[in-house]
């Protein structure tokens, strides 16, 4: 079935870093790929979204590239803030089946930003 | 706009009991997904409520049901709870029908199993 997975934290960086979180995916079909953002104690934020091969995904700076030749996903942000830090989440749908809202889910990747 | 609501916050429970979660979708959105969210883990696709029908189940058993209003707002329940069962408890809402709308999430029900 379909799966993602997604490079293993947590990762610590400082201010202003840059940062990669890498994302593949198996799927059967086109589907469609997003990150998502867990701030504590909170639900899950759509980030950023790609519905289609080379299609980039962008907000709040940040970026990821749907790369169908490399099942890829990858989000980047050229430099970070404290207010960064959450926990990230790579998922996709499969968009062969009218109506699905059915999301895999990566395990998550924790993010910690210090000063 | 409140956005997706979830009730209770948090909850516990014994073994063997019965609970029951709520949600309230965004307005205007008319279908409703439920996730498991395992502490360190990314949610699993519990199943999605259409037209007050599950139109699409993820690999939990029968002891996970749910059921959706003619309001749109849904309820989950899960019997004979196990202590595996301990999770963040997700719900996500989106209209149908429109084409790249997005899933809004709440921000879940922890439930504890003791």
């Known amino acids: 079935g379909d799966s993602v997975t997604q490079m293993e934290g947590p990762v610590t960086l400082s201010e202003e870093a840059f940062l990669t979180i890498n994302c593949t995916y198996t799927?059967?079909?086109?589907?469609?790929l997003f990150w998502y953002v867990q701030y504590p104690g909170e639900g899950l934020q759509l980030l950023l979204k790609?519905?289609?091969?080379?299609d980039k995904g962008s907000n709040k700076g940040f970026e990821a590239t749907y790369r169908k030749e490399t099942t890829s996903f990858h989000l980047e942000k050229g430099s970070v803030q404290v207010s960064d830090s959450a926990v990230y989440f790579c998922?996709?749908?499969?968009?062969?089946?009218?109506?699905?809202?059915?999301?895999?889910f990566g395990q998550g990747t924790r993010l910690t930003i210090n000063p | 706009d409140a956005g997706v609501t979830q009730s209770p916050t948090h909850l516990i429970k014994t073994r063997g009991q019965q609970v029951t979660l709520r949600c309230s979708p965004k307005?205007?959105?008319?279908?409703v997904s439920w996730y498991q969210q395992a502490l360190g883990q990314g949610p699993q696709f519990i199943f999605q409520?259409?037209?007050?029908?599950?139109?699409q189940r993820g690999n939990f058993p029968d002891r996970f049901s749910g059921h959706q209003f003619p309001n749109y707002s849904s309820e989950l329940n899960v019997n004979a709870l196990l202590l595996g069962d301990s999770a963040l408890y997700l719900c996500?809402?989106?209209?149908?029908?429109?084409?790249?709308?997005?899933?809004?999430f709440g921000q879940g029900t922890r439930l504890t199993v003791v």
């Open positions: 996500a809402s989106r209209k149908l029908g429109v084409s790249n709308t997005e899933a809004f």
């Open positions: 409520y259409y037209e007050e029908e599950e139109r």
């Open positions: 790609a519905t289609k091969a080379d």
């Open positions: 799927a059967t079909g086109y589907p469609s």
């Open positions: 998922a996709l749908s499969d968009t062969r089946i009218q109506g699905a809202q059915k999301l895999v």
């Open positions: 307005s205007g959105h008319d279908t």
